[in-house]
């Protein structure tokens, strides 16, 4: 028996970082800095303005920190590595744009959500407008979003979905023609747009809408509830709405 519990505890030894455990909130605190993960490439969201990161979800993230009385330091690394990060204690929170899903529920869990918006058909043919005109077309998404996994299991008669490991790949196919059709983010559709006039997409039709939040390791809870205290003051005492107006001129909390 003793003889097993000593293998055992060298396997586990072995397996490293992926039997580590996630920061709980006491040590968090005691500690004094949370550990933020984002991908970093998703203007406006966020994204790096030369070496600098910004965007909403930075610095609504930033804020909420504060509020939490906790000090903050950004880790990005690419959108398919950040939720296994949390199960790995590699970083404390994820903010990233992910879409609350049943499936990823099993693996994490979400915070209140932060945003509501929608997944948008992009294409240069104007005449390419939802998701019954995506027969017979390719589609371009980033992988591991629910855009790529929507369009791969919602949207009869495809003919290819190509999927690339960043959001400006994904449009680049549409530019380059290598794709019909790019299916993103609404508002981050419009900014890229609105930021290069010479680009003549088509903003098409919503696919689904989806509620967006934060996400810690599925067994922080206290981490969870702490941040969701520290948003609903924010929604409370104009903060959010002062940071999402600086950011898309409205406010897109949930309704
Ligand atoms: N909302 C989509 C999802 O939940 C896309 C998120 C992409 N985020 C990013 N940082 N690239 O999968």
Redesign the pocket.
């Known amino acids: 028996m003793q003889r097993f519990s000593v293998i055992a505890a060298a396997a586990l030894a072995l397996l490293g970082t992926s039997v580590a455990q996630a920061r709980p909130l006491e040590a968090i605190q005691k500690d004094g800095t949370l550990r933020l993960a ?5 203007a406006p ?2 994204y790096f303005e030369g070496k600098k990161l910004t965007g909403f979800e930075v610095d609504l993230a930033e804020h909420l920190a504060q509020k939490m009385g906790l000090k903050f330091e950004w880790k990005t690394i690419s ?1 398919d590595a ?1 939720l296994t990060g949390l199960k790995q204690d590699r970083w404390d929170l994820v903010i ?6 049943p499936e ?1 529920e099993k693996a994490i869990t979400f915070t209140a959500p932060h945003y509501c ?1 929608g ?1 948008q058909v992009i294409a240069r043919d104007a005449s390419i407008q939802g998701a019954k005109d995506l027969a017979g077309k390719t589609v371009s998404a ?1 992988t ?6 929507y369009v791969q299991k919602n949207v009869p008669g495809v003919k290819r979905v190509v999927n690339f490991p ?2 400006e790949a994904a449009m680049n196919a549409l530019m380059t023609q290598r794709a019909d059709a790019w299916v ?2 609404r508002f981050l559709a419009k900014e890229m747009l609105a930021k290069n006039p010479k680009i003549k997409f088509h903003q098409g039709e919503l696919l689904f809408v ?1 509620r ?1 939040a934060a996400a810690v390791a599925k067994d922080n809870q206290p981490l969870a509830a702490a941040w969701n205290q520290a948003f609903a003051a924010s929604l409370k005492d104009g903060s959010y709405a002062k940071i999402s107006h600086k950011w898309f001129q409205e406010d897109i909390r949930c309704p």
């Open positions: 984002t991908e970093g490439y998703y969201f966020a959108f950040l990233s744009s992910h879409g609350i899903t990823r918006s997944a980033q591991g979003t629910t855009y790529l996994d960043t959001n993103t983010e989806e967006i």
